[in-house]
């Protein structure tokens, strides 16, 4: 277990996203906070429409037009994001920050050779020369573990399969040494034994050079292998943050107790459900945003805003029942 | 008795890169000769990683793409044989439930028109008729009444894989084909659609055929189990057997690398990495097909396609080293047997 006492590398406080709809803005990330030290790998964990993906929108400004930051700050090394201009936030995405999404396809541009594109994000961030750019690629492909390189290096992104592909945008996002690496689903379009070669190589990367990981997935097992703490979120709100152990072992919060009891387990047993569907976010419950869904449910539920409470320095959980139900389980 | 489905030594080949003339130059073997059998109220799960064949398989059997060999039979009934009005009304009765339920709904309806369109098919022209059924298959999906005067975009993902289950089972089919039902779905929402189905099963006895990337998932919702890769199925046999006693190499590479949500337990796994990916269905590697990310893999695995070998009663594995099956962890493992020539 690591020990949490390394400065947080990025440290997002109170980050509030909306998105302007014909009924005026709607709050769509309410209050988020997060922070993540060199090493470590923070989990943020959710299902559709919970937030997640924003939250990692709104740290890299890339929100597009329809979405805003109304509020917080992203610290990476204490310079806050939100007040960065275009060009010098340019200089952060690929720079400070390296990112891995989903599908590696969309990523790579299939008109180019796999080694001119790794170059070229060589090349953005630092004056080198091509040669030399060319030499960094070759470089960091070898460090991702695709084989034979320099060979490799000439071939275009459809001369690659799904796994190699994915590797191959990870040496992009690793180009210029980023000390905060973003993972936005990075294994879910891939083959299970080939997203398990994935996080092994991710974890590898994290504890080489120390970098931290943000890794956002829906996968619990995902989950459950490579994170250090995890934050689960819900309608927009961080629900519960906990280190990964005491997360899977002693969940606090029902919504996450319900989602834990969702994944299949031994053949033969039924799977627990959660009634209801997440609420719309211009319909959210006047309190808490799981209540109407919640096999807890009390009378003070609905009273108002439920704030994230301490569990223990390390855990806490947005709910009002928190000691009540902490008597329940025990 | 006779099985509710059974299909025999499919095999198809897709031409790819074509000639010039129009002839193909390569092909992509999708399905090589497999063989399975679905029982009457029971599940079968197919598990296996993109480009293993498995959805091809499911598109053979509903007469969907035509076969290069093998057979079909529903019942008492050749599926292949069957033509025009004969095949509609045999996919009437193994109807098939996709992956997006975005996609596999038409917007313009609403769902009492969705989910009675096969009765319509068939002739049934009374709407109160029609209501009523509709409302009776509602019910059945666990949806309220009020869902018939509702278009798909107005209903979640969830809601939309109901209506899709509730078409699937208008005209009273013995199975359904579900097609990664459920991969687009979240944790939650999944799990409801999961009992929905064991419920239905238990209530009308309705046979699937569940095909899925999912090995948890086909594990919680199989009686049997077939693992296909690249177009052939390597082990098959009862769930709790063949994850007590996987006899494939693939089979054992599958369930170590689907992680299990539990820290301690995931971290403690003993996980041997499988090497690579699958290879491209247009070289499919000669002799078995797995050799080339084997653990186990010989001389004989480059050069001869593996027998399927009798595990257990009712466990196949296609495997020249299943005597090296570090076995389950309890009972030893029986001298193999060879199958008599099929």
């Known amino acids: 277990m690591k020990a949490p006492v390394l400065e947080p590398v990025l440290d997002v406080r109170d980050l509030v996203v909306e998105v302007g709809t014909a009924h005026g803005p709607l709050v769509v990330v309410d209050g988020v906070s997060l922070a993540v030290a060199p090493g470590e790998t923070l989990g943020l964990v959710g299902e559709s429409g919970s937030g997640k993906t924003l939250t990692a929108l709104a740290v890299m400004r890339l ?79 070898d460090r991702v573990g695709i084989p034979s390189p320099e060979r490799r290096a000439r071939d275009y992104p459809h001369h690659f399969s799904g796994g190699m592909r994915q590797r191959v945008v990870i040496a992009m996002a690793l180009s210029c040494d980023p000390v905060v690496l973003l993972a936005d689903e990075p294994t879910t379009a891939l083959d299970v034994t080939v997203q398990e070669q994935i996080l092994t190589l991710l974890a590898g990367l994290r504890d080489e050079s120390g970098l931290a990981l943000l890794f956002i997935s829906h996968d619990l097992g995902v989950i459950a292998d490579i994170c250090d703490r995890v934050a689960v979120m819900y309608a927009g709100q961080v629900v519960e943050t906990a280190p990964v152990h005491d997360l899977f072992a002693a969940p606090r919060h029902p919504y996450t107790d319900a989602l834990l009891h969702c994944v299949p387990g031994a053949a033969g047993t039924r799977l627990a459900t959660i009634p209801g569907t997440v609420p719309a976010f211009d319909a959210l419950p006047p309190g808490c945003r799981f209540a109407p869904r919640c096999a807890h449910v009390a009378p003070g539920c609905d009273d108002g805003p439920v704030a994230l409470e301490i569990v223990d320095p390390a855990h806490r959980a947005r709910c009002v029942r928190l000691d009540e139900l902490a008597e329940v389980a025990s | ?160 894989q109901r209506i899709a289950l509730a078409r699937a089972l208008a005209c009273e089919p013995d199975l359904v084909v579900l097609d990664e039902a459920v991969a687009a779905l979240d944790v939650s929402t999944r799990a409801g659609i999961i009992n929905l189905l064991q419920d239905l099963q238990d209530r009308l006895g309705v046979g699937y055929l569940f095909i899925s990337h999912d090995l948890a998932l086909v594990r919680v919702v199989s009686h049997d189990l077939a693992v296909m890769y690249l177009g052939r199925i390597v082990e098959s046999g009862p769930t709790e057997q063949v994850y007590a006693r996987p006899a494939h190499p693939y089979t054992r590479a599958l369930i170590a690398a689907a992680p299990v949500p539990d820290p301690v337990v995931q971290r403690a796994r003993d996980r041997p990495p499988v090497r690579g990916e699958v290879p491209s269905a247009l070289a499919v590697p000669s002799g078995c097909a797995f050799h080339t990310r084997c653990p186990l893999a010989t001389d004989v695995c480059r050069t001869t396609e593996p027998p399927e070998v009798a595990i257990a009663p009712g466990h196949t594995a296609a495997c020249h080293h299943t005597e090296s099956v570090p076995g389950p962890r309890s009972e030893p493992v029986p001298e193999p047997v060879l199958k008599g020539t099929s």
């Open chain 1, 63 to 141: 929100l597009g037009s329809s979405a805003r930051i109304a509020g917080g700050q992203v610290l990476l090394e204490g310079t806050d994001l939100t007040t960065l201009g275009v060009k010098q936030m340019r200089e952060v995405r690929g720079g400070r920050i390296g990112m891995v999404f989903q599908e590696p396809m969309t990523a790579l541009d299939p008109a180019y050779t796999v080694g001119e594109q790794v170059a070229e994000t060589v090349r953005r961030h630092r004056r080198v020369p091509r040669k030399q750019a060319w030499k960094r690629a070759v470089e960091l492909l």
């Open chain 2, 1 to 160: 008795m006779t099985a509710l489905l059974e299909v025999s030594n499919l095999a198809k080949a897709f031409p790819a890169r074509r000639t010039g003339f129009g002839r193909a130059r390569a092909w992509v073997h999708a399905v090589r000769d497999v063989s399975f059998a679905v029982e009457h109220g029971r599940t079968l799960g197919v598990v296996g990683e993109s480009g293993s064949g498995k959805s091809t398989a499911a598109r053979l059997l509903l007469g969907l793409v035509r076969p290069d060999a093998g057979t079909v039979r529903l019942g008492e009934v050749d599926v292949l044989a069957a033509r025009g009005a004969d095949l509609h009304a045999l996919r009437r009765r193994m109807p098939m439930v996709f992956q997006d339920p975005y996609s596999s709904l038409d917007p313009t309806w609403v769902v009492r028109d969705i989910v009675t369109e096969p009765l319509r098919l068939v002739g049934e022209r009374s709407r109160p008729v029609l209501g009523a059924r509709a409302e009776e298959l509602l019910e059945l999906v666990g949806l309220a009444p009020a869902f018939a005067r509702r278009y798909p975009h107005e209903l979640s993902g969830g809601q939309r």
